[in-house]
């Protein structure tokens, strides 16, 4: 619940306050939001399957963003685009944990289904 809190926080921030990122930081900020959102889904799996720690989420959550945006700044440097490797990853991660997210849902719907028509 608390990654979900948080996304919500952050668009609620996003779209009611300008925030000007200054173009330094352009590039990094995009693969730095991927690698969030993998974290933020990642959370809210964790929290459906009763699993869900916060100090792995945080230290994930942060450590992800981190090595984003550190792949980022050495594909810079070397004038080679490493960043892809991260949005990749991070973007395979964050569809895969909203699969299993939807059928963790959809499963969990099915069960209280059955369950009211076994009460019948």
Known sequence: MIPLIGLLI???????????IPNI???????????????????VRAGIEKKFD????????FGNIILAAGLTYLGDRLDVPIYLAAVVVFGSRLFNNFAIIRRLLIERGREKIKHKEEQL
Request: zero cysteines; glycine letters at 14%; a negative charge.
């Open 25 to 43: 930081f352009a590039p990094y900020v995009p693969v730095a939001i991927l690698a969030a959102l993998d974290s933020v889904f990642g959370g």
């Open 54 to 61: 916060t100090e792995i989420f945080v230290s994930g959550f």
């Open 10 to 20: 952050g668009i609620f921030i996003g779209l009611f306050l300008k925030v000007n």
